[in-house]
């Protein structure tokens, strides 16, 4: 199994799979619960929808053999099932989050790489604690936020950063110039955010590119999105998490979408500054935000 994989994305995981396997092998939801002693095929649809899991591995395993599995794909079957049991650091949280983000979360958990396009404001894994809380708080009121909504939603935020900076996701960000200089809090909670940016794109694992407000380039209006890529020896992938100006989130894995919004990324990438400008373009962020 891959390293740091969250337990909600592998219960999303091993449901997708046993629905292909089901399929593959011919049977219906009714047919499949049957096969293994359940008296309705509502056990079977709860797995493959990865709203829950099977109460004993053995049920898994004699479903595995009606589906006549080899050997070697009921092993990491199985350990996708040992290690999907339990939740997650962020299932404590789930009913106070905004809807569709312990999805995003499950997948995000899950990826080895991520190439991510974010207008208008720092993208959440490099948002300081004071930066993701003033941007929260300033929503709080228009979209009918409680106070502990906040909290949690700023230590989701926050804990989230351990992906790059712990667990070594790769990461390519492009962001508009309009998420530097759109003020966010107070211009020290500005200063510190800047500062955040250069300490995380100096790591190994982290590129940030930035496209000028002045350049010529073709940008996607409609909010932000996450071309995700997991590891290929065990894992499906890759797809797509893309979130809407009313922050409702879709994961997207069909390879027509996903080609469709990795051409959508690969033109950002040709309008954005070199990698190796991106240090010298905050600083005169800074700057400008500093003598304002």
Not at 42 to 67: A, C, P, T
Not at 118 to 139: C, H, K, W
Request: hydrophobic share 40%; aromatic share 8%; net charge neutral.
């Amino acid at each position: 199994m891959a390293a740091h994989v969250g337990s909600t994305f592998l219960r999303i995981m091993l449901g997708a799979e046993l629905t292909r396997l089901r399929e593959q092998a011919g049977l219906t939801g009714d047919q499949a619960a049957k096969a293994i002693g359940l008296r309705s095929a509502s056990m079977i649809s709860k797995v493959e929808s990865g709203q829950s899991g099977f109460e004993r591995i053995d049920q898994l395993m004699k479903l595995l053999n009606e589906y006549k599995v080899p050997f070697e794909g009921q092993e990491m079957l199985a350990d996708w099932y040992r290690n999907a049991k339990g939740g997650d650091w962020w299932s404590p949280k789930v009913s106070v989050l905004p809807s569709g983000l312990n999805t995003f979360l499950a997948f995000e958990s899950g990826a080895r790489s991520a190439r991510v396009w974010t207008p208008m404001v720092v993208n959440g894994l490099f948002q300081t604690e004071d930066y993701a809380r003033a941007l929260i708080e300033s929503a709080r009121i228009a979209d009918d936020r409680t106070s502990e909504f906040v909290d949690n939603a700023v230590e989701v935020r926050v804990t989230r950063k351990k992906r790059i900076t712990e667990e070594g996701m790769e990461l390519v960000c492009i962001m508009d110039e309009s998420a530097l200089t759109n003020w966010v809090g107070s211009p020290e909670i500005m200063q510190a955010q800047y500062e955040e940016i250069r300490r995380l794109s100096a790591l190994p694992n982290v590129t940030v590119r930035i496209i000028p407000a002045k350049a010529p380039a073709y940008r996607v209006v409609g909010g932000e999105f996450f071309i995700l890529d997991f590891d290929r020896k065990e894992l499906p992938g890759p797809a797509v998490v893309s979130s809407g100006v009313g922050g409702e989130v879709r994961v997207l894995s069909k390879e027509r979408m996903v080609k469709q919004f990795s051409r959508r990324f690969d033109q950002l990438a040709q309008g954005a500054l070199p990698v190796h400008e991106t240090p010298a373009f905050i600083d005169r962020v800074a700057r400008e935000v500093a003598a304002s």
